[in-house]
């Protein structure tokens, strides 16, 4: 993602860094998926709908929150929404902290959203003979699009394995979106003060809390 490219430089070698990057390179493969998919058969969620956000609180891998937490730690320079995720760390019920109604996409870290925000409304799931299968998201009304669609030539981004290939990233277990983010603030906040005292001389204060890198 552009917005983490000056991170990534930044911290270039470190764990995170590996991680964030081989998440990027899925969602990267998924974007591209589920646009052709969607414009092929005229997907989409009505404007200003945010009822999953509402109605749900994912679930994440460490490689998924490491992506988010470098995003509101240093893309992102909002204290109070980092506050937020912080003192939700015992929420296990939606809506999911990261959701504002008033605002657009409704999600504060829509750029770093994890997998299956990603997939909400546009992707597929495999039935018992392997077949990708479309249902259309039943909070969704419009009426333009198919409700329900069985799939041979043109393949939408099918759940199981984006799935897959981001559980098998980091060995982590998944936690519900508030932990998980939260340990992977720690985990960064950490790296920052290692990187500060081990790394280069112009890197940042071992005491000081991240900075955004692009506000
Ligand atoms: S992370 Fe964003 S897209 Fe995902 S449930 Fe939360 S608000 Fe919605
Ligand atoms: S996936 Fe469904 S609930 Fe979520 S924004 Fe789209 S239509 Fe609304």
Do not use: W
């Not at 860094?17 to 591209?32: A, G, K």
């Not at 003979?129 to 030539?153: E, H, Q, W």
């Amino acid at each position: 993602m552009e917005d983490l490219k000056e991170f990534c430089k930044t911290f270039e070698g470190t764990y995170a860094v590996e991680i964030i990057s081989q998440v990027e390179e899925v969602y990267r493969d998924l974007e591209r998926q589920s646009e052709e998919f969607t414009t092929c058969y005229s997907i989409h969620c009505p404007p200003g709908c945010g009822t999953c956000c509402e109605k749900f609180l994912p679930d994440v891998t460490e490689a998924e929150a490491l992506e988010a937490a470098a995003y509101l730690l240093f893309v992102k320079n909002a204290p109070e929404l980092l506050d937020k995720v912080l003192t939700h760390q015992t929420q296990e019920d939606p809506p999911c902290p990261l959701y504002m109604e008033n605002t657009p996409f409704h999600c504060q870290i829509y750029p770093a959203r994890p997998l299956i925000c990603r997939l909400f409304g546009a992707c597929a799931n495999s039935d018992k003979n392997g077949a990708a299968v479309f249902r259309k998201c039943k909070y969704n009304p419009t009426d333009s699009m198919p409700l329900s669609l069985r799939i041979d030539d043109q393949r939408p981004p099918e759940m199981e394995d984006f799935a897959l290939r981001i559980h098998s990233i980091s060995s982590e277990e998944h936690q519900l979106l508030p932990q998980a983010i939260s340990a992977a603030v720690e985990k960064i906040q950490m790296m920052v003060r290692q990187f500060g005292l081990f790394g280069p001389e112009n890197s940042i204060d071992p005491d000081d809390t991240p900075t955004p890198l692009a506000s």
